[in-house]
């Protein structure tokens, strides 16, 4: 599976600080994960496999089974134990049962180490992958207490907050702070203005 030229790089995010939390950000400002090639996009992006990695035998089921995983990893990172969290999470353990691809260290044209893959990788242990590291981050107390709702209007981004302070507010600064900053000075010149 290459990387589509309809897949514009803004449009997949990777800075929510875990892998789990970036498949959660695929659905802002709409679905992302909306073909197997941008699906690719995502599983390279994200770091899940190595650049140059062979995907093209991932088919439309792989979207379903990320866009589940997705949702139950919603469910756990946004709820409390109530309504769906036990199914939830009895959804994520299992697929974390999973043994994630297998790499190997190989050396590249000029010799130096570089990470490949035993093989192609298949879903399963993609989402594997994935269903680990929410496990991770839902069982590391110090991690978990750093899961932050982005403050941007209307912006469902959780991230993982590892700023000195504890004080990020924003998915991005780049993008909801920037919003926000200049929201703020618009409201400031408006104000201003004489009636």
Known sequence: MALGTATVAYELRFDAGRICLDLLATTHPEERLDSTEVLGAWIVGSGLVPRGTDLTHADPSWLVGFRELRGRIGQLVRGAPGHGYDLA????????????PAPRAVPDEEGALVRELDGPPDCAALLGAIARDTVGLLTDPVARAGIRQCEGDNCPIVYLDTSRGRRRRWCSSEVCGNRERVARHRRRLHSRAPD
């Open 89 to 100: 999470l009895a959804h994520v353990n299992e697929v974390a049962r999973v043994a994630p």
